[in-house]
């Protein structure tokens, strides 16, 4: 069954960066994108970007661009999420998510998040 | 792009039915049926519950059921049961994909 497994908690002070990684299995890795999705405390859910399995090929959202990257191994089925100049707001649970398949623009598989606080 | 238009809160009693809408534009939910619903539970991750708009994937209860028309999307829950007590957020598909709903809280009277 596909599975997505993330890391731990982190916290962070302002101004710095974190990278989350997202573990999958149970399918063919390069055959799926990743998607990131955060959700701020009592907030709703926001899409941060999507990378392929297959190349490596990134689309973020333009709110953060040059702020994000995503990233891929495919020897070890990880995908990776790196966030730089942390704010107070950045503080929320990160989601990666793989496409239920290539042509529905769903989200069918959700990993458990990862929840990243940033304070000084 | 801004997120699509849902009602903060719906409620029902158990065995009802319920709808949630959800309201974009031509430019999203109007583009095409790639509209997907899911279903939050407190401190847990999403799931999906409906995909293109019209199709529940394996696992998911025929209860749950989704349509559209014109910019809308629409949610419904039929029998409601005490488990549909959650969040639900509509997503529209796009070229620059996946713009959510702003969230509606489902509470079973």
């Known amino acids: 069954q596909v599975q997505l497994v993330q890391s731990g908690a982190e916290v962070k002070k302002p101004g710095a960066s974190v990278k989350v990684s997202c573990q999958a299995s149970?399918?063919?890795?390069?055959?799926?994108?990743i998607n990131w999705v955060r959700q701020a405390p009592g907030q709703g859910l926001e899409w941060m970007g999507w990378?392929?399995?297959?190349?490596?090929?990134?689309n973020y959202a333009q709110k953060f661009q040059g702020r994000v990257t995503m990233t891929a191994d495919t020897s070890t089925s990880t995908a990776y999420l790196e966030l730089r100049s942390l704010r107070s707001d950045d503080t929320a649970m990160y989601y990666c998510?793989?496409?239920?398949?290539?042509?529905?623009?769903?989200?069918?598989?959700w990993g458990q998040g990862t929840l990243v606080t940033v304070s000084s | 792009q801004s997120a699509l238009t849902q009602p903060a809160s719906v409620s029902g009693s158990p065995g009802q039915s319920i709808t949630i809408s959800c309201t974009g534009t031509?430019?999203?939910?109007?583009?095409?049926?790639?509209v997907s619903w899911y279903q939050q539970h407190p401190g847990k991750a999403p799931k999906l519950m409906i995909y293109?708009?019209?199709y529940r994937p394996s696992g998911v209860s025929n209860r749950f059921s989704g349509s559209k028309s014109g910019n809308t999307a629409s949610l419904t829950i039929s029998g409601l049961q005490a488990e549909d007590e959650a969040d639900y957020y509509c997503?529209?598909?796009?070229?620059?994909?996946?713009?959510f709903g702003t969230g509606t809280k489902v509470t079973v009277l």
């Open positions: 997503c529209s598909y796009v070229r620059t994909p996946y713009v």
């Open positions: 031509s430019s999203d939910v109007g583009n095409n049926n790639l």
């Open positions: 149970g399918y063919t890795f390069k055959s799926y994108g």
């Open positions: 998510a793989r496409d239920l398949d290539p042509y529905s623009g769903s989200l069918g598989y």
């Open positions: 990378i392929s399995g297959y190349n490596g090929n990134t």
């Open positions: 293109e708009a019209f």
